[in-house]
């Protein structure tokens, strides 16, 4: 199983980017997906979360800001980010909890990050 996190880049504050995480290879269901972030010469923070049912969750610095949806046919789940702010630079990562099989038990994987740089 490979993740590709895409879809980082610059951008002005108030403008937009939209994330995906991609998994590819022997998949058979998906579970919870997680995008984190990571500053630099901070830790890694919880972003924003959606389950296999599709309940979302957000952290409040950007709750109304950011959303997370799924596309389990495509095996890819997308933070789209609006009204980004320079608090909002850092790395982007996504986890993901899946089974590669039925009967096979949760195994975790990362993406390789993406960079998000808010600035004018």
């Known amino acids: 199983v490979q993740l590709q996190a895409s879809g980082g880049g610059l951008v002005q504050p108030g403008g937009s980017l939209r994330l995906s995480c991609a998994a590819s290879g022997t998949i058979f269901s998906i579970g919870t997906v997680v995008w984190y972030r990571q500053a630099p010469g901070n830790q890694r923070d919880v972003v924003a979360a959606i389950t296999s049912g599709g309940s979302t969750n957000y952290r409040d610095f950007v709750r109304g800001r950011f959303a997370i949806s799924r596309d389990d046919a495509k095996n890819t789940v997308s933070l789209q980010m609006d009204s980004l702010e320079p608090e909002d630079t850092a790395v982007y990562y996504c986890?993901?909890?899946?089974?590669?099989?039925?009967?096979?038990?949760?195994?975790?994987?990362w993406g390789q990050g993406t960079l998000v740089t808010v600035s004018s």
């Open positions: 986890k993901v909890v899946l089974r590669q099989c039925s009967g096979c038990r949760l195994r975790e994987y």
